[in-house]
C-alpha cells in the first residue's frame, strides 16, 4: 500500500471515530522565540551567505486528547522582525490512534516548512507506544516509513522526492516543582534512518538526528518562559548546501516567552 494511502486511511479511521470519541484534555499556547544559533556551542551559519541565523518566531502550539487517540501540533512564523520577503513558515500535526487498550497506536505525522529558497514536506505512518506514563511525566516513542517532498535551491539536488527510510523518534516530559514554582522538562527527538541517496547527499549522511531539550518555568497559570537547547545532526540543510555535504553536529539555544489559553 502505497503511504499516501495509507495516510488517507488513518485519517478516515480518526474521522470516523471521532463520532464516539469523549474529549478527555486540550491545551494551547502562543509563543515568542528568539533563536540564537551563535550561542550554542557550535555556532551554526546560513549556508547561502555565511550569516548567523538568529531570528524572532512567532508561533501556535497546541494539543487535544481524545478517548480514541490524542493529537498535537504547531505553527511557526519564522523571521518576524525581516521583511515580509524574507520570512518563513514551519508547521506540523502528529496523532496517535489507539489500539484498543494495548498502549500501541497507528502514528502519523506531518511537517513542512517553506522560505523564498527552500520547500519541504515530511509523511511519516507506522506505530507508537501511550502508555508510558505517570501524574506528571510521559514517554512516547514512536517509528514509522518516512516520505519526502523538497526543493532546496542551495543543494546539490535540488528536487528530492519520494521514499527517504524510516524515521523514529520520542517525546516526553516531566513536570515538577522547586519550592512553591512550577517547572518542566521536555524532549523531542527525530532519528532518521537509511535516507534516499539524493537527500543524504544534501544533509551530510545516510542518517541523522535533530531534537531539543527545554526547560520551562511557568510563575503563573498563563505565562510561561524558558530556554531550549536545540540540536542536530546531518539535518537541517545547512551543511548540504554551497560547496557540498559534510557531517557536522550543531546546535543552538531558543529563549522563549509563552502564554497559555
Known amino acids: 500500500m502505497k503511504l499516501s494511502r495509507l495516510i488517507l486511511t488513518t485519517i478516515l479511521l480518526i474521522t470516523s471515530n471521532s463520532v464516539f470519541a469523549e474529549y478527555l484534555y486540550g491545551f494551547g499556547n502562543i509563543y515568542l522565540d ?6 550554542g556551542p557550535s555556532p551554526i551559519q546560513d ?9 524572532l518566531v512567532l ?9 480514541w487517540g490524542e493529537l498535537y501540533g504547531f505553527y511557526d512564523r519564522e523571521s518576524i ?7 518563513k513558515n514551519s508547521l506540523k500535526g502528529t ?3 489507539y489500539l484498543a487498550d494495548s498502549g500501541v497506536s497507528l502514528y502519523g505525522q506531518l511537517y513542512h516548512h517553506d522560505n523564498p529558497g527552500q520547500s519541504e514536506t515530511n509523511h511519516v505512518v507506522g506505530l507508537g507506544y501511550t502508555s508510558l506514563s505517570g501524574s506528571q511525566w510521559f514517554f512516547k516513542p514512536w517509528i514509522g516509513l518516512h516520505n519526502i517532498t523538497s526543493w532546496d535551491s542551495y543543494s546539490i539536488n535540488q528536487n528530492v522526492n519520494g521514499d ?10 516531566y513536570g515538577f516543582n522547586l519550592g512553591e514554582q512550577r517547572f518542566s522538562l521536555i524532549n523531542w527527538n527525530e532519528i532518521e534512518f537509511n535516507r534516499n541517496d539524493m537527500y543524504a547527499e544534501n ?7 535533530q531534537g531539543a531539550v527545554i526547560l520551562l518555568w511557568h510563575p503563573t497559570e498563563r505565562v510561561s518562559t524558558g530556554i531550549h537547547y536545540r540540536y542536530f545532526y546531518n539535518k537541517l540543510g545547512v551543511y548540504g548546501s554551497s560547496g557540498g555535504a559534510q557531517q557536522h553536529y550543531g546546535d ?8 497559555s489559553f
Open 34 to 39: 528568539h533563536q540564537s544559533w551563535n550561542h
Open 47 to 55: 549556508g547561502q551567505n555565511g550569516k548567523i541565523r538568529n531570528q
Open 59 to 67: 508561533g501556535l502550539e497546541g494539543g487535544a486528547g481524545f478517548t
Open 81 to 87: 522582525e525581516k521583511s515580509s520577503k524574507e520570512q
Open 95 to 97: 496523532g496517535h490512534l
Open 164 to 173: 527517504n527510510g524510516i524515521m523514529a523518534g520520542w517525546s516526553a516530559l
Open 203 to 209: 544533509q551530510g549522511g545516510k542518517n541523522g538526528f
Open 252 to 259: 543552538a539555544l531558543i529563549y522563549r516567552l509563552q502564554y
